[in-house]
């Protein structure tokens, strides 16, 4: 864990309410798809934890929904103000386990952390494919670069006014060898019993300290509680203990 001063370079929205911020600054902390930072913003006590999205040459990419006072504040943030961010947080996903057709699962914003994931795995040469799951046609982000990579690239949305009606359960494809899921809770747990082999499932829990200090952020698994922000966020399939 680090804690670094970064400089924005980027902070404009992508779609209603999402938004896309690239900050300069140093990356070192940064290793694994899946890992996140978290913000501190003046006027706010708890900073905001942010999936990474990509990084690159000293350029971290992230992308936020707007959904409160803290993401309000952070879209009015403007080009060369400076951000203080702890990096190196979270464990990330395992690559290694991914056979040679694995599939990446991402709701809204939990679509975000599978595009670092997806750049390693296209890149060693791992046949890729990716359901992205949306409320409607205008939430849509994304589709395009997970393309450009190479992956096969199926959309799904709940009104059906773009890509495939329905979840992203009712898109999985029959062959694959692994799977990476992120998005919202109902999301996991649907996409947990949907799957037919193993997988890795990140959650987004909210956080008060973003180090497992504070235990707010507590899933149960089979070897007892484990904490989203030391612990994962990234967490095997198998180990949950869902709550029906």
Do not use: Q
């Amino acid at each position: 864990m680090k804690n670094t001063i970064f400089t924005i370079i980027e902070n404009r929205p992508l779609v209603p309410s999402i938004f896309r911020m690239k900050l300069y600054g140093d990356t070192s902390a940064i290793h694994n798809p899946g890992e996140f930072v978290n913000i501190r913003l003046h006027g706010f006590y708890l900073r905001r934890p942010i999936s990474v999205c990509c990084v690159d040459d000293g350029v971290l990419t992230l992308i936020y929904k707007v959904v409160g006072a803290g993401t309000e504040a952070m879209s009015e943030l403007s080009i060369g103000d400076p951000l203080e961010l702890l990096t190196g947080l979270g464990n990330g996903y395992d690559l290694s386990a991914s056979g040679a057709r694995p599939l990446l699962i991402g709701g809204g914003v939990g679509v975000p952390p599978l595009y670092e994931l997806a750049r390693r795995l296209t890149a060693s040469d791992r046949r890729v494919s990716a359901v992205l799951g949306f409320n409607r046609a205008d939430e849509v982000f994304y589709e395009h670069h997970f393309s450009a990579l190479g992956c096969d690239v199926t959309v799904t949305t709940v009104d059906g006014s773009y890509g495939v009606r329905g979840y992203v359960t009712d898109a999985l494809p029959d062959d694959y060898t692994y799977f990476y899921a992120c998005g919202p809770l109902p999301m996991l747990k649907a996409a947990a019993r949907s799957t037919v082999t193993a997988g890795e499932l990140s959650f987004e829990e909210r956080m008060g300290c973003g180090f497992g200090a504070c235990m707010g952020c507590t899933i149960r698994t089979k070897n007892g509680s484990k904490r989203v922000c030391k612990d994962g966020p990234v967490l095997h399939k198998e180990e949950i203990l869902w709550d029906d």
